[in-house]
């Protein structure tokens, strides 16, 4: 009678008479964590107080948790007796591992009174943390982008990294170590380094790297809070060659607030985005356009732009294929018209009256992505979006209206971050820890559809000390063509693992898409959207039957996606990627 749902709970029952304590005991650890491929739980117990063996007899056994004896570990009894003085004992658990994936199992080893909980993590379950091939140690956050050959950008707070100084930018090799070709220049925000900072822990820092955009060419678009770079003034944005040298061709640039996101056009140009109202002394104020020089583009002229009474800043810039820019962040008005958190805006940075979003997003938009066919998704901490409910997260079509085959998963706070992955689903990050009604922390995949994708569980995710989120930017989520995506943060766990800011987790198979086909001269363009790092063959047919190869699609850079052509004489040809496992 209004007791509330069934519940179940498991119960271990000890028997009040076997005899519990001569002498005292305590775990040296716990709750204790293993891996399932580990084989055997090891677990040490030791003379509690003062460290005195004394006189010990005490049982000891395991229980049956979610984790089954017999099946997923091998049940152990017997009896403790006088160890040599301050040694103590080791229990060995012989764990068992299990054919098909499935969630972290729990069993408990009960020694005299003292009873602690041993979690079997399942390593084939997809992501699940993945060990080894990297190791990386730095002072403070990270973020990064997967490169095509297999090494990693990061940047973010820290003052060196894997032992060598670096301030906040590095490239690392396969195996975690610091590339040395790679040698960015000394970043600073003061006017010289400072001891003792640079650290999570500290909360300060020589420099802040806040994004990086790779350039086709090879060279970096870096924002972030700094003001002297190799000695010099250099303030907030600049250019970097391949190697990390500063690309002194890109101007010299005065901007009086933080550059919240950075996008780089077709044509070369660049748009930055941020809580600045002035660029080099003109009033520009939260959305400038440059030449790629980083001189200010006079033709990209806003009418007003974004304003409200109370804070603006510009989160998220995308581009539709008909040049339109899509617009996110912080704002009441643009060009004086009433539209909230979202807009779109033409090529000339004028507001773009036809899009049909009415009334705009009802919270902060963190994140805008444009499909492949320009529809639209768009994460943020609000709860509606039009005229439509649609908490977090929403899909929209090309023109602004919603996208009726799309409902949010209902997540219980903010998404930072959406990523279209090639097959349709969706990668989301942010400050979450459940979805509708099921536990995911910070980070979770959703079908096309909306739904959850139950198969993905990264289990309880970061460990992020209070008041501070697991803050996953879009170059914090990695992915790479065998299976493995990057998560990087202000974390020193992942599902109770050691992952000091890195973790490596279980992607599964990545399906690559072949999009766009448009006849150019002399044969045919297509878009491949895959992995970094990804190199498919490619096969042509005129009737379905026989089939030719016909190239090759690569993703060599830090791009998901790739534009490549196909020499061909033939106006009816159909194409189809090879991939491992088709």
Known sequence: HGLGPIATAEVALFDPGTPTS?????????????????????????????????????PYFTVAGSARSGTDFLPVSGTLTNSVPGEGWELLVPLLPQPEPGPD??????????????????????????????????????????RGDGQLLVW??????????????????????????FRP???????????????????????????????????LLVAGEFSRVNGAVRRTLMRLQPDGAVDESFGLLDINGAVKEVLVQPDGRILVGGAF???????????????????????FQP????TSEFVVAILSLAQQSDGRILMGGLFRKVDGAAITNLAR???????????????????????????ADDRLLVAGFFDSIGTRNSPRIARLLADGTADPTFRSPSPDAEIREVHALPDGRMLISGRFTKLGNVARRSLAIINADGSLDLSFDAGDGPEVAPGIAAAFASECLAPSPNGTLWVTGEFGQFNRQTAQGLARLNLGEMTPRLRSPRRVEGGMAMTLHGLPGGHYPLEASD???????????????????????VPTTESGRFFRLLTPNP
Not at 30 to 57: H, K, M, Q, T, Y
Not at 157 to 171: C, D, E, K, Q
Not at 198 to 216: F, H, K
Not at 283 to 293: E, F, G, I, N, T
């Open 22 to 58: 001569q002498g005292e005991v305590e775990f040296a650890g716990g709750p204790l964590v293993f891996a399932e491929s580990a084989g055997e739980a090891r677990i040490r117990v030791r003379p509690s107080g003062d460290g005195a063996a004394g006189s010990v007899v005490l």
């Open 105 to 146: 199992r729990s069993f408990f080893v009960v020694v005299g009174t003292r009873t602690n909980t041993v979690t079997v993590l399942d390593e084939q379950r997809l992501g699940s943390l993945k060990s080894g091939e990297r190791a990386v140690t730095a002072d403070g956050g990270l973020n990064c982008r997967l």
């Open 156 to 181: 973010g707070n820290f003052s060196a990294i894997g032992g060598v100084p670096r301030t906040g930018l590095a490239l690392l090799n396969r195996d975690g170590s610091v590339d040395e070709s």
């Open 185 to 219: 220049p000394e970043i600073l925000l003061g006017h010289r380094r400072m001891a003792g900072i640079g650290t999570t822990e500290s909360q300060a820092t020589n420099a802040l790297i806040s994004l990086v955009r790779p350039l086709p060419d090879g060279r």
């Open 277 to 299: 109202t002035r660029f080099n002394g003109e009033l520009r104020a939260y959305l400038v356009r440059l030449h790629p020089d980083g001189s200010l583009d006079p033709s």
């Open 303 to 306: 009418k007003g732009g974004p």
């Open 345 to 371: 805006l033409n090529v000339d940075g004028t507001l773009d009256t036809t899009f049909r979003l009415v009334r705009g997003a009802s919270g902060p938009v963190t994140s805008v992505r444009v499909l």
């Open 543 to 565: 009737d379905l039957e026989h089939w030719q190869p016909a190239g090759e699609g690569r993703l060599e850079g830090f791009d998901l996606q790739a534009d490549f052509a």
